[in-house]
């Protein structure tokens, strides 16, 4: 197919400032293409060099707005109608506003106007024109990077939107806003990095070819730091460049019998020289990554996400500064996973623990690990099939933390390491809860094109023809109808391309439509062989004839459901599960889980068969996996157990996953609870039948703890009951007695001639009993405010000496009547408090009341005021009947008096040390209480904090 160019190189201008750089750069870039591109070259401005026949850019002339327009126009059109083209243009760009006031971009020629671009060629133009185009391929290069003012980006990208349409259709220029452009004493910075890109050196070694996916992915590389941002539109095949001779031409000697097909495990770097189809791809993340630091890949089940990364960008990241890190996935644990790609640079017990701690407990953690890490080499980690942390069972706040310490490496200024995760499309609302994954993944993410065209004729051929083999075209045609048909068909064509060369023609060395039909197509082949396998020992035989055991097939359909994870509706994934937990299904019987073994991984089990693989974690232990998600779909008899039992399956994983939470952390608050137990209980007896022992006796612990729980409960709930009682026969009998006394007095006053002496202890005993009677009511309603929140204080700046010494006239009286002495020791200068002086007074008179009230005749209370750091302490302490033990947490809680052995002894209600807590409370401030036990005396203690600001000062 012929392949036209045409390259302008603009040195002369009317209105700008001459760039006789440009012409050299275009004459360069002209020269390269006609003598390594195999490009037939229009230079513009041209001038004939008579003794060489041929047409080379000048600087002599000037080039019109008219003449390039009429030109680009008959080389789109007309000349290179059908044919590869490149368009390369060295020169000013500008803005320039348009009649409406809009700014517009375009091309500056010879003759053109700054103010209006007159004469220039517009953005939207030659936009235009590109779109009216029916060529092959056509590549541009824009180098409008020299002394003039930069193009911003996103101006760029909207006004060329027809490459983000047409297929094979690629733009490579540079731009940077609010920056002017810049030039080197040889040209164009942009042009400059151009030439290296296309330079042998850069060329692949075995075909000697050099891309447009190659040249912007060295470009991107070489322009860091360059001042320019480079910018790629375009998408569809790899187009070729230049050609140099091979340094190591590939040639097939003879047939090879390995098979280059991977069936339903994913490329990898080992297997790299047989993945095709994905080079444009590759070259997208790892122009990412030369920008950005963290690279969500996303596409969906099956789309190949592993391969590119295993196979595709690491193999080519080899060849760079980058060092990689081995992949992980997050499983259940994602946080030792992390740990574990970080192990080799902390070695030793002691920086274990180190690395560890920065893992699980430091706030910047990924920061501080980094500073741990060689300074020399830029370090990549890659998370392959990060939907494992939503589904593998980790909690919430392990999710959390794994997602914020790989988010954190945007936040590293300079960071030497960078992070690329893949992810199944339809995990993308779960990333919704997490913004800082949110927004990495809406600014950063490569989504996986669908493999067609040319790319899928790769994937097919291109593995066959490197062990000296064919594929019928017939056959190619065939899988092209068939994948239109299959979602997320790429393992299902890896399947059947891998028993495709099973059958292949020995003869012809060839893989036909024949056998292809013979297998019933895509999603045919694998259903095939996974029935196959399912049903016989001897599968791998054209006709098998040894049957499965009932048991064995039981046995298979167990592993492959515990296997699965349930989502909601017909929503599953596959899940990753310890060999020891599948060998549960077996029961405890050594012989039973030996056949189970043989089963999964002998010489007729269902590793060998292509349905699991297994492997071992980072402590050795052995795991078992579905080899693909596929299986789910295209295997029918999978697809019919998944619709089976659905919510007790979603139970199962649920149960599942709170035993492991309980094996990090096994104390009782950690076993099941709530409606969780609720449905274990409801189901138990299906439940139990498809859960390990293990896990069985988790769930009768659970069941265990709860029933111990509710049973302290409704113990707590019946001495409640006994205790209202008690409260209220004390309640009726505190009120009753003052009440009996002043009707007592009242009657006798009203119906008998006392003495004057008699009538005063008459009146003063009414009195008494009216203030005991007022001060009942008075606690009640105080803790009705309380537990209403209606408690008002009138703030101001306390002098608690004062309140004090207020406090202890008020009880002196019931002291000296029971010969008890008050001890007072007050620090004269207390620092003052914010409060309420009269509810502060309650405090002590409460307090206070309690220690003579609790004090037998001849006993001692003693009040102390002192400062204590940023508060001052009051304390109460008395030579009294003291606290039970066992009695001392629940002094604080309201109608729990400690009466003793008879109830009615000391009176009250037991309402005014709950009082005393509420008030302390409100004040900001702590109270607690002391005693070391029966006719130990009490001791208590009030905190308040100290006035951090002046009052009505």
């Given at each position: 197919m012929p392949r036209y160019a045409l390259v302008i190189g603009i040195a002369k201008y009317d209105n700008f400032t001459n760039l006789p750089k440009a012409v050299n750069d275009a004459e360069k870039i002209a020269e390269l293409l006609r003598e390594h591109g195999r490009f037939d070259v229009q230079p513009l401005p041209g001038k004939l060099i008579e003794s060489e026949n041929r047409w080379q850019v000048t600087p002599d002339k000037k080039l019109t707005g008219k003449e390039l327009g009429q030109t680009l126009r008959t080389f789109l059109l007309e000349k290179a109608k059908g044919s590869e083209a490149l368009i390369y243009f060295a020169g000013h760009g500008f803005e320039a506003l348009s009649l409406t006031g809009e700014p517009e971009g375009f091309l500056a020629t010879s003759d053109c106007h700054k103010v209006d671009g007159q004469n220039a060629i517009a953005f939207d133009d030659l936009n235009t024109l590109i779109a009216k185009s029916q060529l092959s391929s056509l590549v541009v290069l824009l180098d409008c990077c020299y002394a003039g003012s930069f193009l911003e980006k996103s101006f760029i990208k909207?006004?060329?939107?027809?490459?983000?349409?047409?297929?094979?259709?690629?733009?490579?220029?540079?731009?940077?806003?609010?920056?002017?452009?810049?030039?080197?004493?040889?040209?164009?910075?942009?042009?400059?990095a151009i030439l290296k890109g296309l330079a042998e050196d850069k060329a692949d070694e075995a075909t000697g070819e050099i891309n447009v996916n190659d040249l912007i992915s060295f470009i991107s590389r070489e322009l860091k730091q360059s001042g320019q941002e480079p910018i790629y539109m375009g998408g569809g095949r790899s187009i070729p460049l230049v050609w140099y001779p091979p340094k190591n031409l590939v040639v097939i000697t003879k047939v090879l019998d390995e098979c280059p097909y991977r069936g339903l495990e994913a490329f990898d770097k080992q297997h790299a020289k047989f993945f095709f189809g994905r080079k444009k791809v590759v070259n997208d993340i790892q122009q990412k990554l030369d920008l950005a630091n963290f690279v969500p890949i996303i596409g969906a089940s099956g789309?190949?996400?592993?391969?590119?990364?295993?196979?595709g960008l690491i193999p080519q990241l080899d060849d760079s500064e980058w060092q990689v890190l081995e992949p992980i996935k997050p499983g259940f644990e994602p946080l030792i996973k992390l740990r574990g790609a970080f192990q080799q640079f902390f070695p030793g017990a002691r920086k274990e623990k180190q690395l560890k701690d920065l893992i699980d407990n430091e706030q910047n953690g990924l920061s501080a690990i980094l500073e741990n890490l060689p300074s020399s080499v830029k370090l990549l980690l890659v998370v392959d099939q990060f939907e494992e942390v939503f589904t593998g069972g980790a909690s919430q706040q392990e999710k959390q933390r794994f997602i914020d310490l790989l988010t954190q490496v945007v936040e590293i200024t300079d960071s030497r390491l960078a992070v690329v995760i893949t992810m199944r499309a339809d995990f993308l609302e779960l990333c919704l809860q997490y913004p800082s994954l949110t927004q990495l993944i809406q600014t950063q993410a490569v989504y996986m094109p669908p493999l067609t065209g040319v790319d899928l004729k790769d994937t097919i051929a291109?593995?066959?023809?490197?062990?000296?083999?064919?594929?019928?075209?017939?056959?190619?045609?065939?899988?092209?109808?068939?994948?239109?048909?299959?979602?997320?068909?790429l393992p299902l064509l890896e399947f059947a391309l891998t028993k495709l060369w099973e059958k292949r023609d020995q003869e012809k060395h060839q893989l036909t439509l024949e056998q292809y039909e013979k297998l019933e197509g895509l999603a045919g082949a694998l259903n095939l062989h996974a029935q196959k396998v399912y049903n016989y020992?001897?599968?791998?035989?054209?006709?098998?004839?040894?049957?499965?055991?009932?048991?064995?097939?039981?046995?298979?359909?167990?592993?492959?459901?515990?296997?699965?994870?349930?989502?909601?509706?017909?929503?599953?994934?596959?899940?990753?599960?310890?060999?020891?937990?599948?060998?549960?299904?077996?029961?405890?019987?050594?012989?039973?889980?030996?056949?189970?073994?043989?089963?999964?991984?002998?010489?007729?089990?269902?590793?060998?068969g292509r349905l699991l693989v297994t492997g071992k974690d980072e402590k050795g232990e052995a795991w078992i996996d579905l080899a693909h998600e596929a299986l789910m779909e295209a295997w029918e008899q999978f697809a019919e157990w998944r619709k089976e039992n659905r919510p007790l399956r979603r139970l199962i994983n649920l149960v599942e996953d709170a035993f492991q939470e309980w094996i990090k952390n096994p104390q009782d608050e950690n076993l099941m609870m709530g409606r969780l137990l609720y449905q274990v209980r409801k189901q138990w007896q299906e439940l139990k039948l498809n859960i390990s022992p293990t896990v069985v006796i988790f769930c009768q612990e659970s069941i265990d703890a709860e029933r111990t729980h509710n049973q302290m409960l409704r113990s707590e709930?019946?001495?409640?009951?006994?205790?209202?009682?008690?409260?209220?026969?004390?309640?009726?009998?505190?009120?009753?007695?003052?009440?009996?006394a002043i009707l007592g007095w009242s009657k006798l006053l009203q119906s008998r001639n006392f003495s004057e002496t008699q009538t005063t202890k008459a009146l003063e005993t009414i009195e008494r009993n009216a203030k005991l009677q007022a001060q009942l009511i008075e606690d009640l309603m105080d803790i009705s405010r309380i537990t209403r929140g209606q408690m008002l204080l009138n703030v101001g700046t306390c002098d608690l000496v004062s309140i004090i010494e207020a406090a202890i006239d008020t009880v002196r009286l019931a002291a000296e009547a029971k010969n008890i002495q008050i001890q007072v020791m007050l620090d004269p200068n207390p620092d003052a408090v914010l409060g309420d002086s009269a509810r502060l007074q309650q405090v002590i008179w409460n307090l206070l009341s309690n220690a003579i009230k609790f004090t037998s005749q001849g006993g001692r209370v003693q009040i102390s005021l002192q400062n204590i750091d940023s508060h001052v302490a009051i304390t109460v302490k008395d030579t009294g009947m003291g606290i039970?033990?066992?009695?001392?947490?629940?002094?604080?809680?309201?109608?729990?008096?400690?009466?003793?052995?008879n109830p009615r002894r000391y009176g009250g209600l037991g309402l005014g040390l709950a009082i005393v807590r509420q008030l302390v409370q409100l004040h900001g401030g702590s109270v607690s209480g002391e005693s070391l036990g029966e006719g130990q005396g009490a001791t208590f203690i009030v905190n308040l904090p100290i006035k951090a600001v002046n009052v009505g000062e």
């Open positions: 909207s006004g060329f939107s027809v490459f983000n349409s047409k297929q094979d259709y690629s733009l490579i220029t540079a731009s940077r806003a609010f920056e002017r452009a810049r030039e080197d004493t040889e040209g164009g910075i942009f042009t400059k789309s190949g996400k592993s391969s590119v990364v295993r196979a291109e593995p066959a023809k490197l062990q000296g083999h064919t594929v019928e075209e017939r056959l190619i045609l065939k899988i092209f109808e068939d994948v239109k048909q299959e979602p997320g068909f020992q001897d599968f791998e035989e054209e006709s098998p004839t040894q049957q499965r055991t009932q048991q064995e097939e039981e046995w298979i359909r167990l592993i492959f459901l515990r296997l699965l994870r349930t989502g909601e509706a017909e929503k599953d994934t596959r899940q990753r599960q310890a060999k020891a937990t599948i060998l549960n299904i077996a029961g405890n019987d050594p012989n039973q889980q030996q056949q189970l073994s043989e089963l999964i991984d002998g010489e007729a089990g269902l590793v060998k709930a019946e001495k409640a009951s006994r205790m209202k009682d008690q409260f209220l026969g004390v309640l009726s009998h505190e009120l009753k007695t003052p009440i009996n039970r033990p066992d009695f001392l947490p629940y002094i604080f809680e309201q109608f729990r008096p400690e009466y003793s052995s």
